[in-house]
């Protein structure tokens, strides 16, 4: 995404405007006066910092190399996402500014929405929802992350699973998809690090198969843990 894209994509926004309040670079969007993303065209890779769900932030930036704490903003609360030469697509780039711009907007209407947990048990896909959530959380280290734009599933070493309804499919995203992949063929896609099932009907949710990718996950947490503090010492 360059950044005549960018521009065009958040000035799509209903209400969204731009300034330049800190220099003539820096350009800031903004909803009712409110910020939900900065830039600087003139980066030589482009960037852009948007506002992120606390939990979600975490997440993101331990799936994608292209997703930091927020440059020069708090970074509990805001994220920067690379443009150019990044592993974070088109795709999730737009869910993450429409996350930004629906967070500001939010605040902005005093409203609360449900998180995408509440929008699971109770939807098309709640069987398979539940029928998968009923195996992650027979581990007890698991624990469940329910935030805005998805459920997910972590251990002490990181993000395990992602759920939410996609519309057409169900999807479940293993956060060590691309090294499970060439053990697990079945797991799709070509990021660096997220792949993914797809699901119909509750009656494709092969139990055993969970498992065993569920369990290969926490040991190749476990095992990168280790790697990194082995490297604090050499």
Request: net charge negative; with cysteine.
């Amino acid at each position: 995404m360059n950044f005549e894209e960018l521009d065009r994509y958040i000035l799509s926004k209903q209400g969204a405007t731009f300034d330049y309040p800190f220099d003539k670079k820096v350009r800031v969007y903004r909803i009712a006066n409110k910020m939900f993303a900065l830039t600087n065209e003139h980066e030589p890779l482009l960037r852009v910092n948007l506002k992120c769900d606390p939990i979600y932030a975490l997440e993101l930036r331990s799936i994608y190399e292209g997703v930091s704490a927020g440059y020069h903003m708090n970074k509990k609360h805001w994220n920067t996402v690379m443009l150019e030469e990044t592993d974070v697509d088109e795709k999730i780039i737009k869910e993450l500014i429409n996350h930004s711009y629906e967070l500001v907007s939010k605040s902005l209407k005093k409203s609360s929405e449900p998180t995408q947990y509440e929008l699971e048990i109770k939807g098309e896909y709640a069987d398979i929802f539940k029928a998968i959530r009923e195996i992650l959380l027979s581990y007890p280290q698991m624990k469940e992350l329910k935030n805005a734009k998805q459920t997910s599933y972590s251990d002490e070493y990181g993000v395990v699973i992602m759920m939410r309804n996609r519309g057409d499919v169900f999807v479940v995203a293993f956060g060590k998809g691309s090294k499970l992949q060439e053990q697990y063929p079945m797991l799709q896609g070509t990021g660096k690090i997220v792949r993914h099932l797809y699901f119909k009907n509750v009656d494709e949710v092969d139990e055993k198969l969970l498992r065993e990718m569920i369990e290969e996950s926490f040991i190749l947490g476990m095992e990168a843990f280790e790697m990194k503090e082995m490297k604090k010492f050499i």
